[in-house]
């Protein structure tokens, strides 16, 4: 039988989706990229042996929050790097309420568990009004389709992450930069809440109609909605023989504007 991998005497958890960073040139690029001041909260999600933690600790921060699922990885981190700044808190950051970091504004440094990825970055869109900025680590292809505007990849995880935040690519990290070293290429990202967003009329139901654009990427708008309710206003488009992919965050707004002009006009003739 394999026996699990172990890093400082603990077994390193495949349900945790565990790989521990052990480049340091990188732990310092996501420090380096941020403002940090003696004002400033940051929050780690997922510290492992603390590889990450310990350098924000060197910096001039007034206080780091770390959310670790698994408690010996807390419990060595809070033994090994005691510091009065730093607070560890043993839960699922997907199952915190964030109320409590209403406080200030906070920076995000992370490298996330690629298992869990979109589900934190939905929730960090959800609680964006809480962050100032952040670095986070990825898969390669994760940021690419975060950062595309056109072609292969380009879709609704586009246009989403990006109406809601600004994106930076940094650097590219080979699966050797771990242990145990993963089977995909990472990517650090920079993001940052957009100040000035476009507004969105019935805006949920404007992103359920994104993912239908989008349903098979290489179909033009009409075939992807031929059988939806949007198909007759489709059809008589300048979009319709259009690809999804082919479009910008700009044209959908038109169209939607199109769609809802139409709506409108019908529900005043009935």
Request: contains cysteine.
């Amino acid at each position: 039988m394999k026996r699990n991998p172990h890093l400082q005497g603990i077994a390193v958890k495949k349900q945790y989706g565990q790989h521990f960073l052990r480049q340091q040139n990188v732990v310092d690029a996501m420090v380096n990229k941020v403002t940090i001041t003696e004002h400033s909260s940051i929050f780690e999600i997922g510290c492992g042996d603390g590889f990450l933690t310990r350098a924000i600790l060197q910096t001039a921060c007034a206080r780091l929050w770390v959310f670790e699922i698994d408690q010996e990885w807390a419990e060595y981190v809070k033994s090994h790097y005691p510091d009065p700044r730093m607070t560890i808190f043993e839960e699922n950051i997907l199952d915190v309420d964030f109320t409590r970091f209403q406080t200030t504004k906070w920076t995000l440094l992370a490298n996330l568990p690629y298992q869990i990825t979109f589900p934190i970055l939905h929730m960090l869109q959800r609680n964006k009004h809480l962050l100032d900025e952040g670095v986070i680590m990825v898969q390669e292809e994760v940021a690419q389709k975060i950062i595309k505007s056109s072609g292969r990849g380009y879709g609704f995880v586009s246009l989403f992450f990006q109406h809601h935040f600004e994106w930076q690519l940094m650097m590219k990290i080979s699966p050797g930069a771990f242990f145990p070293p993963p089977a995909v290429d990472s990517r650090l990202l920079y993001f940052k809440p957009r100040s000035n967003m476009a507004i969105i009329a019935e805006e949920e139901s404007f992103w359920k109609f994104i993912k239908l654009c989008f349903g098979q990427p290489r179909r033009t708008l009409k075939n992807n909605l031929a059988h939806t309710h949007y198909a007759a206003i489709i059809s008589k488009s300048e979009f319709a023989a259009l690809r999804a992919q082919q479009m910008v965050m700009a044209d959908f707004l038109q169209l939607w504007d199109q769609i809802l002009l139409q709506n409108h006009t019908q529900q005043q003739q009935q």
